[in-house]
């Protein structure tokens, strides 16, 4: 194994399960439930417009593992393995001399109770997860899996027990360099209840508190789940805390890179008749922020940020080389002034229940769905507009406005947006259907205003 320097810093990576962006106090969540993200991403980066590339939690982890496309890694919907000749983060740090390890949820491999094999675990050398974490604990019932394949049952609360298992993680391998993934299922719903069971007692503080408008305004089933939501986000960020407090204790806070990030967000069932796979700002607008290394001090990135981005920016924070063929751009150019070419948008598939792509640019949000029946498995020859949201008048996407005459130059420029993005993806170039065109009483947008 190549050897490191031992002053390489160390990377860990928390990553949490369907949360909306809006839980943090940076974007007006009033009920302080991220005090600890907040102040991480005060002192070090804070990606402040931040979205996944896939609403859904497999393919999302596929393009976070490698800096790849779910169109690319072949993992386009939930069941599909990551295959084995992919390069992951576990590889690359790997080569490079780090410790690698995995705790938690994994969702990349078939089957949702037993162990995963050696050869599906993405190259990390330190194992303690289980594919499916829903299936196989509940809120108070942790079962992982380790190296050996075997069953490990944690005590305590299931976000307590996974902080366990990475401080140990931490302190046996302080003396060299590590990569650690920390996986958490919350604040997920835990699917044999449908429910969001948070730790005993704090489903009550948070029920009847404050709704974000487009909750408000919507309904689905938020009234019913929001405060246990609330309640399992609360206790995420006290399990950052405790991370954050065992890594000063043990010196290495200030030579630790550490992303919080999650895979897709949450719009219960307001959407669509469940959680996420949609092309909406509750569904892929996630908290993301960095600490550590080239991060400290960094302010507020303003641009858009995929998923994508996060994989080239780990391993160049890290001083290792970013590789060609990742998808993604590190962000760390931006934080230090040095670009001013950065993507005008971001872009997003959905390739289950739904097969639909998206376009989302500062001002504008524009998205596509395949007709039943002309899918054939991740994509589509053939696409209808469905949606096109202006973010600037309506940032809850409550008013439709595709099919407008007055907006018809801005989709228009959107449906070039979101074809270019798809072919630079990999995808061939489809056809896209404008839906019928509608009268309005406001007035034409303008080519600037498109532009924006």
Request: with cysteine; hydrophobic share 30%; net charge negative.
């Amino acid at each position: 194994m190549p050897q490191t320097d031992k002053n390489q810093p160390n990377v860990i990576v928390f990553f949490t399960d369907q949360q909306r962006w809006d839980t943090s106090g940076l974007h007006g969540n009033p009920l302080d439930l991220m005090p600890n993200f907040d102040r991480m991403a005060q002192q070090g980066t804070h990606v402040r417009r931040s979205f996944t590339c896939q609403p859904v939690c497999g393919p999302a982890r596929s393009c976070l593992q490698t800096g790849l496309y779910a169109t690319t890694t072949g993992c386009h919907r939930n069941g599909i393995p990551l295959s084995p000749n992919l390069k992951t983060l576990a590889h690359h740090f790997g080569d490079a001399g780090y410790n690698t390890g995995y705790i938690g949820k994994w969702h990349l491999h078939t089957g949702s109770t037993g162990a995963v094999p050696q050869e599906n675990r993405g190259g990390y050398d330190y194992w303690l997860a289980s594919n499916v974490l829903e299936m196989t604990s509940d809120a108070y019932q942790t079962r992982l899996f380790d190296n050996d394949g075997e069953p490990v049952d944690l005590p305590g609360y299931r976000v307590d027990a996974l902080t366990d298992a990475v401080i140990r993680y931490v302190d046996r391998n302080k003396d060299d360099p590590f990569y650690l993934f920390t996986s958490y299922i919350e604040p997920h719903h835990q699917n044999h209840l449908d429910d969001y069971p948070p730790p005993d007692g704090y489903r009550e503080r948070y029920t009847g508190k404050w709704i974000p408008p487009d909750l408000a305004a919507l309904g689905g089933s938020t009234h019913q789940h929001l405060g246990g939501y609330y309640g399992m986000v609360k206790r995420l960020d006290e399990a950052l805390g405790r991370l954050l407090d065992a890594l000063k204790s043990l010196d290495l806070l200030d030579n630790t890179i550490i992303l919080f990030t999650s895979d897709h967000g949450c719009h219960f069932k307001t959407r669509n008749s469940e959680y996420k796979r949609s092309c909406h700002e509750s569904s892929i607008r996630v908290p993301t922020a960095f600490h550590g290394a080239d991060f400290t001090g960094g302010g507020q990135v303003q641009q858009l940020v995929s998923l994508v981005d996060l994989p080239p920016t780990l391993l160049d924070a890290a001083g290792l080389e970013v590789p060609d063929e990742m998808q993604g751009r590190s962000i760390l150019p931006l934080i230090r002034g040095e670009t001013d070419d950065w993507q005008e948008e971001v872009f997003v598939q959905i390739s289950e229940a739904q097969i639909g792509r998206s376009v989302r640019t500062q001002r504008w949000k524009y998205c596509v769905d395949a007709p039943k029946g002309s899918a054939t498995g991740a994509g589509s020859d053939v696409y209808v507009e469905q949606y096109l949201y202006d973010l600037q008048a309506d940032p809850y996407e409550l008013r439709n406005l595709i099919g407008l005459r007055s907006h018809e130059t801005v989709s228009e420029m959107m449906r070039e947006r979101l074809i270019r993005r798809m072919v630079e993806a990999g995808e061939d170039a489809p056809t896209i259907e404008p839906v019928p065109q509608q009268g309005s009483g406001q007035r034409r947008v303008t080519e600037g205003e498109a532009r924006s």
